[in-house]
């Protein structure tokens, strides 16, 4: 394929995607002198992939189906750009035969594999048979044509349960169901093949042998169109939820020098059989002791800076050299393994409500200075509205260290440092699973996560003294800040006054509960705080946009701050908080919503009804799934009751608040 048009250099690049890994094809476009142009919805408008290109072209609409999976409108934009090439990103498009063959067809490179590469290879049932003849060792399983309820049921049965029933065109867990026994078989295709059709446009499946206590491998390649293929070792990617990849790393710790030899060859002849040009991931599914090839992504991965900060390659720099039609400018013995990388993916998700997506817009953007080892790839920023039509992942947070244990350290101090207000976040839940002593001690497998909830989701932390003197501080620099008093004032740091004793007393409330009041004592000496029966010296100092040097009697600590109306958030060395402050001018109108109200938590679609108006509910029962951003969400009952009434039916487009059924209590 030397020579071929479909790998020639060009100067303008047009990132058929959004977000973060639009953010990050732009900065190694830019960085190599080229033009970038980027596109968007309109949901999309604000968006920092959008200000970060040299230009921009409105595809349209928010929802994917008329923007960002609209493969005539995505051409006629690099047209109106004039962009010579496509990146694809990941996601949406960057796996589609169909798209990459329009971007040929229309004279453009298309930064990646070949339609015929992707064909071979993104079909899970096609890519299967490809390895069982090239010699790659396969997980059991069913990779037929034939889709009928009897076929799928009779392979599975062949197989033995528990099965693994998934889309054969998926990804990221969509479409994909554990079935242990016969009587869940069907219902789990059922929900797979929908969820499937939604997300893929195909709802074809195939039935394997689901490994117990499996562990996710995977293999960084990248070939060229001149016949070179690497492997740049592998990730481990075992911590996942739903299927969904939450924590990775690079090298897998589970993996010695011989078995690391063995996957990445296995890797490079599961390529080869394609003559794979471009970067791709070879994934494998391990019991502890072998490994199984199971699928190949045709595509970036979400992780791949892990791989780039062990070998100090820059996968996407590859990726368009490639594209020019240049030879690989590294030889497979010259990639060396250096320390250990691992990466957090933060969502705006609520792990206290089942994870549910958040959206908003984002009042506070808080990340720590990329030093130290410490890398923050984000497509979002202060001011960025996270809508309901996309994925809800903000940014990655990836650490370097020499070792695993110190990797995780740093990984864990990037979280502990990152503040994000406007959305819910998973950050206090990525804190707490990377340093779950059984993470540390890679004792883990792709169930453990679930397993381990609700530790890894705890109740939020009692107040200290120094929350609610935190909480003080953060409210008297916020007044001073509105009050706009010149910065060598003491009234714009304090608020004290120059003469005479005062004082001022703040309530708060945690959650539900009230916190106590704290009375603060200034003018005419050291200003004090009484906590309870408790009086303690009271001084602090701004440090930085949100932050605070606090100082309690003879103990200085840091603290960030946020203050938004009367809610006061705050992170301290002993975790983060949420606090009401209770002002005595202003009363509160919080609205309350019963329980016994079944509400959209966001914007979605009604694809399946699972109980019917009268029926007998128990705590916790199914009454219907909700197809939001891509995911399915089942909404459950609240307490034991009847469902009084549903309001709502398949196919209903809803808003966020839109009240879809009412459940009744039963009588005590």
Known sequence: MAGSALYRRFQTLLIANRGEIACRVIRSARAMGLRTVAVYSEADRNALHVHMADDAVLLGPARARDSYLNIPRLLEAARESGAEAVHPGYGFLSENAEFAQACADAGLVFVGPTAAMMTAMGS??????????????????????????????????????????????????????????????????????????????????????????????????IGDSHG????????????????????????????????????????????????????????????????????????????????????????????????????????????????????????????????????????????????????????????????????????????????????????????????????????????????????RRNAIDTGFIERHLQQLTPAASQLSDLELAAAVAGLIQHEADRSAVEASSPWSTSGWMPVGRRKRIFSFRHGTSPAGAVTLHYGGGQPTLTIGDREVAFDFNRNGAGGLELTLDDLRSRCFVVVEGHEVYLRTRNGRFDLHWIDPFGGDDEEQVGEDRIVAPLPGTVVALLAEEGASLEKGAPILTLEVMKMEQTLRAPFAGVLKSLKCKVGDIVQEGAELAEVEPAEA
């Open 124 to 221: 899970k049932s096609g890519s299967k048979a490809l390895m069982e003849k090239a010699g790659v060792p396969l997980v059991p399983g069913y990779h037929g044509e034939a889709q009928d309820d009897a076929t799928l049921a009779a392979a599975a049965d062949r197989i033995g349960f528990p099965v693994l029933v998934k889309a054969s065109a998926g990804g990221g867990g969509r479409g994909m169901r554990i079935v242990r026994t016969a009587d869940e078989l069907g219902p789990a295709i059922v929900s797979a093949k929908r969820e499937a059709k939604a997300a893929f446009g195909d709802d074809r499946m195939l039935v394997e042998k689901y490994v117990d206590n499996p562990r996710h491998i995977e293999v960084q390649v």
């Open 228 to 439: 070179n293929l690497l492997s740049l070792f592998e990730r481990e990617c075992t911590l996942q939820r739903r299927h969904q990849k939450v924590i990775e790393e690079a090298p897998s710790p589970t993996l010695n020098g011989e078995q690391r030899e063995k996957v990445c060859e296995a890797a490079r002849k599961a390529a080869g059989a394609v003559n794979y040009v471009g970067a791709g991931t070879i994934e494998f599914v391990s019991d502890g002791r072998d490994v199984f090839f199971i699928e190949m992504n045709t595509r970036l991965q979400v992780e791949h800076p892990v791989t780039e900060l062990i070998t100090g390659v820059d996968l996407v720099a590859l990726q368009l050299r490639v594209a020019f039609g240049e030879r690989l400018p590294l030889a497979q013995d010259q990639i060396a393994l250096n320390g250990h990388a691992i990466e957090a993916r933060v969502y705006a998700e609520n792990p206290n409500r089942n994870f549910m997506p958040s959206v908003g817009r984002i009042r506070t953007w808080h990340v720590p200075d990329e030093v130290d080892g410490l890398r923050i790839d984000a497509g979002y920023g202060p001011d960025s509205e996270v809508s309901p039509y996309y994925d809800a992942m903000l940014a990655k947070v990836i650490a370097w260290a020499p070792t695993r244990d110190g990797a995780i350290s740093r990984l864990n101090r990037g979280l502990e440092e990152t503040d994000i207000r406007g959305v819910v976040t998973n950050i206090p839940f990525l804190s707490a699973l990377v340093t779950h002593p059984d993470v």
